[in-house]
């Protein structure tokens, strides 16, 4: 078992950059695969990527791609969301979820149902 805590959150202009942090308890954190979603008011919850157990292989939604990068530092049992060139639509509560399970097919990877451990996330909002 897993408990998340994610942090980094805040205000920040469009352009703006800003990472956040999932920290994880436990020793065991190495064995899980970490993945990032976010949920905008009145929006479902919606995958932004994900990374492997070794930190070599992610990957990012389509609205992401290029400007978010996902990582991890199995030594401090954290994994991180550096967020770049933001825009407003990036506003949303950011949420990381973990699951013992590398999803091969990237649709079953992107459903919420597929993680078994979440934070309680932490906010970002991008001001135009």
């Keep these: 078992q897993v408990q998340l805590v994610e942090s980094g959150g805040g205000l920040v ?6 990472r956040l942090s999932c920290a994880a308890s436990g020793r065991t954190f190495s064995r ?15 995958f932004v990527g994900r990374i492997d157990w070794s930190g070599l292989s992610t990957d990012y939604s389509d609205s992401v791609k290029g400007r978010f ?6 030594a401090k049992n954290t994994a991180y969301l550096q967020m770049s060139s ?3 639509e990036d506003t949303a509560v950011y ?17 919420h149902g597929s993680y078994d ?12």
Aim: charged share 15%.
């Design 13 to 18: 202009q469009a352009g703006g950059s800003l």
């Design 95 to 111: 949420y990381c979820a973990a699951s013992l399970v590398w999803n091969k097919g990237l649709n079953i990877a992107t459903m």
């Design 117 to 128: 451990y979440w934070g309680q996330g932490t906010q970002v909002t991008v001001s135009s």
């Design 69 to 74: 990068t996902i990582s991890r530092d199995n």
């Design 86 to 88: 933001l825009k407003p």
């Design 32 to 46: 899980y695969i970490v993945a990032w979603f976010r949920q905008a008011p009145g929006k479902e919850r919606e």
